[in-house]
C-alpha cells in the first residue's frame, strides 16, 4: 500500500511540475490550456501541447497568456521586446530578463514568435537571390494519328520571390501545335515570357517595373518586347484572396514578318528586308485575381490592357485576358487548366485579332519558402 501510495504522489508531482513550467491559456468560456506558445499573429494563436500538438486558438476567445519562456513581442512601432508574457484585461506585460517590465496595448501588438520563429522571420527579411521562390510547371500534350497526325505541346513556367518589401516574379508559356501530314503545317506557334519587379512603399501601394516577349507564328509576329513600370495597389491581400491593379506607360517595340497592316496611320512602319517594325508607347492597365476555393483548388484571373499614345498609331490597342484553375492532387501535383485571349486591334493582313488558347494537363509545384 505505501509503494502504491508513494508511486501515486509522484505520479501527481510530476504532473504539477510539468504544468507549472508551462505556459497557461485561459480562455474566455472558463477552459484552461498548457503547452507551449510557438507563435501568435493579430489574429490567432498556436499553442504545443503533447496531447493534441499544435492548437490554432481565434485570439477573441482567450481571456489571459501567461508564459514560462521568454517570447519575442513585436510591436507596430517596429520595436521588438524579448521577455515573459502576462496580459490583463486590454494589455500585455512583457517582462524583459533583469529589465522592468514593459506595459503595452494588446492592440499595438502584431505578432508573438518563440526563438525558432523569430529566427525565421529575420532571415526571411534579408533571404538570398535563392532564397524564397515558390511556382510551378504547367505540361499538357495531345496526339492525334490517323486521318489527321498532329502533335500539340503546352508548356509553362511561373515562379515568384515575395518578401516583406518586395516581390520577383517570372513566367514562360508555349503552345506549339503542328500538323504532320504530307505537307507539313503549323496550326498554333505561340511563347510568351516576362520578369516583373515590385517594391512595396506600404502595405497597400507598391512601385513595379516589367519587361514582357511574346512571338506568334499565326499571327506573323516575330517579337513584340514591352518595357514598363508604373504603380500598384494591393485592393485586397489575405491568405485566400489577392486582388491588384496596375498602371503605368510602357515601350513597345515589336517586328512583324508581313510588311502590311490592317489599320492605315499616318507615319508608315519600319519596313526592312524581314518585315515591319512597329514603335509606339502606351499605357498599362491592368488587375491580377488570386483566389483559393477551398482547400485544393487555385483560381487565378488577369486582365490586361495597353492603349497607344503614338500619335501615328490613334486608336491602336492591346489586351491580354486569362483564367486558370489548378486542383491539387498531391503536395507537389496538381491538374491545370488554363484559358486565354490575345487580342491586336490592328494584326498583319490575312490575320485575326484574337488568338485564343485553351490548355490543360498537369501542374507540378515547388516552394523554399519566403515571406508573403
Partial sequence: MFRKNLFITVIVLVGLTSAAFADHIALKNGDRLTGTVVKSDEKTLVLHTDAAGDVTIQLPAIAQIVTDKPLHVALKSGKTVVGLIKTTDDKVDVTPAGGPPVETPKTEVVAIRNDADQLAYEKSLHPTLLEGWNGGANVGLSLTRGNSET??????????????????SIYTTSV??????????????????GIRYE??????????????????????LDLRQVYGGGLGYHAIKSDKTTLDFFAGLNYTHETYSNGALVTPVTVPPTYTSYGVTNRYAAVTLGEELTQKAGKSTAITESFYFF????????????????FGTVTKISKWLGWQNQFGDIYVSNPPVGTKQ?????????????????AK
Wanted: aromatic share 10%; no cysteine; glycine share 8%.
Fill in 151 to 168: 502533335t500539340n505541346l503546352a508548356l509553362a513556367f511561373n515562379a515568384a520571390r515575395p518578401t516583406l518589401k518586395d516581390k520577383i
Fill in 307 to 322: 492603349p497607344d499614345l503614338t500619335d501615328s498609331y490613334t486608336g491602336q490597342y492591346r489586351g491580354t485576358f486569362s
Fill in 199 to 220: 517594391r512595396n512603399f506600404n502595405p497597400r501601394v507598391f512601385g513595379f517595373v516589367s519587361a514582357d516577349f511574346m512571338s506568334n507564328a499565326l499571327q506573323e
Fill in 176 to 193: 506549339d501545335t503542328t500538323n504532320e501530314l504530307a505537307t507539313p503545317t503549323t496550326v498554333a506557334r505561340l511563347i510568351t515570357a
Fill in 354 to 370: 484574337n488568338d485564343i488558347i485553351l490548355t490543360t494537363g498537369l501542374n507540378v509545384t515547388f516552394g523554399t519558402g519566403g
